[in-house]
T-cell receptor, first 112, second 115 residues
Framework: GDSVTQMEGPVTLSEEAFLTINCTYT??????LFWYVQYPGEGLQLLLK?????DKGSNKGFEATYRKETTSFHLEKGSVQVSDSAVYFC???????????FGSGTRLSIRP | DVKVTQSSRYLVKRTGEKVFLECVQD?????MFWYRQDPGLGLRLIYF???????EKGDIPEGYSVSREKKERFSLILESASTNQTSMYLC??????????????FGPGTRLLVL
């Protein structure tokens, strides 16, 4: 069945560092891919998404490119801020499915 | 903007009590979902509904039931709460479309403690 694997955390970086959180997936067909973010004490918010190969989703300085050849959707940001501290979830949705498959989440902590 | 609201942010209940968690969305979405989130286990789907009065079991339905009498409201019911149901409960909704149009939108969560 469909699945998502993302790098385990926690990830701790200094402010202004470059961020990469790896995400790979297994799916039949052409799924849509998502990154969600969960700030402390809150629900999940959609951060960005991509619907087809080579699409790049971007939001708030974060980017991720849908790579079908490597079945990956890695999240990147060039210069992180303390306010980016949160848990990040990679997710996929099949083209005909209603359910979303979530990765296990990666906790990110940014030091001032 | 899509808004998904949940009836309580924090809830404390006793073992054996019947517990209702309510979720309301204001975007006329067909699909609604209930998840629980536990440290180290990520999000696990409990139940979902794709239409009024319709429901389907998710990955961990045992000990839970749901009700969807109106399109905008999806209730999660713990018939007899147990301590292992202490968790963060997240509600979500989405349009009934394939691809990214079926993006799920989440409520703020209800943190439930069962004593």
């Amino acid at each position: 069945g469909d699945s998502v694997t993302q790098m385990e955390g926690p990830v701790t970086l200094s402010e202004e560092a470059f961020l990469t959180i790896n995400c790979t997936y297994t799916a039949t067909g052409y799924p849509s891919l998502f990154w969600y973010v969960q700030y402390p004490g809150e629900g999940l918010q959609l951060l960005l998404k991509a619907t087809k190969a080579d699409d790049k989703g971007s939001n708030k300085g974060f980017e991720a490119t849908y790579r079908k050849e490597t079945t990956s959707f890695h999240l990147e940001k060039g210069s992180v801020q303390v306010s980016d501290s949160a848990v990040y979830f990679c997710a996929l949705k099949g083209s005909s499915a209603s359910k979303i498959i979530f990765g296990s989440g990666t906790r990110l902590s940014i030091r001032p | 903007d899509v808004k998904v609201t949940q009836s309580s942010r924090y809830l404390v209940k006793r073992t054996g009590e019947k517990v209702f968690l309510e979720c309301v969305q204001d975007m006329d979405h067909e699909n609604m979902f209930w998840y629980r989130q536990d440290p180290g286990l990520g999000l696990r789907l409990i139940y979902f509904s794709y239409d009024v009065k319709m429901k389907e079991k998710g990955d961990i339905p045992e000990g839970y039931s749901v009700s969807r009498e109106k399109k905008e409201r999806f209730s999660l019911i713990l018939e007899s709460a147990s301590t292992n149901q202490t968790s963060m409960y997240l509600c979500a909704s989405s349009l009934n479309n394939g691809g990214a149009r079926g993006t799920q939108y989440f409520g703020p969560g209800t943190r439930l403690l069962v004593l």
